[in-house]
């Protein structure tokens, strides 16, 4: 099997899409993700894979905190915006209007009206090939039922 039939194997798992957000002092940013999972039940802990040269990747590294957005139905065009601009040169948050709310843990905001905010604590990272994997200890969350999750599949979002 080549590496191209590789990929394209792969492209066929479902993916969840999350956004996922991060402070550093007053600057708060978010980025798509669709490399992420639950890894553990005790503690409840979560891992996203992020490359180095993303500039959420340095802000989780110093801040030791993630917020992980799961969006559903009807956010399509968020995440898309969020994971084809920089945080560097757009603050996403502004340009989107995004309403949020104060986490109740850690200093990420909130994303309100989303389906699901999991604020997570940095307890591990370990670099895997050319991406980190931040492992989170979910500190506190909120969800709602309303709609269904967005995931990717063959390289579009889809709902399940």
């Given amino acids: 099997m080549?590496?191209?039939?590789?990929?394209?194997?792969?492209?066929?798992?479902p993916m969840p899409v999350a956004l996922i957000g991060a402070r550093d002092g007053d600057k708060h940013n978010i980025t798509t993700v669709a490399w992420i999972n639950q890894c553990s039940w005790t503690p409840l802990q979560v891992m996203v894979s992020i490359a180095p040269q993303r500039y959420i990747h340095d802000m989780i590294a110093k801040s030791r905190e993630f917020m992980v957005t799961i969006m559903g139905e009807g956010e399509e065009e968020t995440v898309f915006f969020c994971g084809t601009k920089s945080g560097r040169g757009v603050d996403k948050v502004k340009e989107l209007d995004i309403s949020t709310r104060p986490g109740e843990v850690i200093?990420?905001?909130?994303?309100?009206?989303?389906?699901?905010?999991?604020?997570?604590?940095?307890?591990q990272s370990l670099v895997s090939g050319d991406h980190t994997i931040f492992i989170g200890e979910v500190v506190a969350a909120d969800y709602c039922k309303d709609r269904r999750p967005l995931v990717l599949r063959q390289g579009e979002l889809t709902t399940l």
């Fill in 107 to 123: 200093a990420v905001p909130r994303i309100k009206d989303a389906l699901a905010n999991l604020e997570c604590k940095l307890v």
């Fill in 2 to 13: 080549t590496t191209e039939q590789s990929r394209q194997a792969l492209h066929l798992l």
